[in-house]
């Protein structure tokens, strides 16, 4: 099983970009999916949680940093979770990692499959 996200790339402030995260060795539609970030010095910060709970019909939790230009969709038919930036600021700097969770894991706050991470730098 993993988790491969991509996209990453440098811009510049006010930009957009998409991140990719494509999941291989099972289907993680039923699944809880995260993006998080981590910025050079800081913690890592969770960016969204989402699970979709029917359909196209998903739940989405932002932080409150991103919301308002940050958006989640999916690719069922690619098995694949994007993440639309848009109005990139220099603290989005970051890498960014995507991240799966079973319904046990995720009423854990914890999380079973991680991507390597891309990176994203937005300058100023």
């Known amino acids: 099983v993993q988790l491969q996200a991509s996209g990453g790339g440098l811009v510049q402030t006010g930009g957009s970009l998409r991140l990719s995260c494509v999941a291989s060795g099972r289907t993680f539609s039923t699944w809880e999916m995260g993006w998080f970030r981590q910025a050079p010095g800081k913690e890592r910060e969770r960016v969204v949680r989402?699970?979709?709970?029917?359909?196209?019909?998903?739940?989405?939790e932002f932080t409150s940093s991103v919301k308002g230009r940050f958006t989640i969709s999916r690719d069922n038919t690619k098995n694949t979770v994007y993440l639309q930036m848009n109005s990139l600021k220099p603290e989005d700097t970051a890498v960014y990692y995507c991240?799966?969770?079973?319904?046990?894991?995720?009423?854990?706050?914890?999380?079973?499959?991680w991507g390597q991470g891309t990176l994203v730098t937005v300058s100023s």
């Open positions: 991240a799966a969770a079973s319904a046990t894991s995720a009423g854990r706050g914890l999380y079973d499959f």
């Open positions: 989402v699970t979709w709970t029917g359909g196209n019909t998903y739940y989405a």
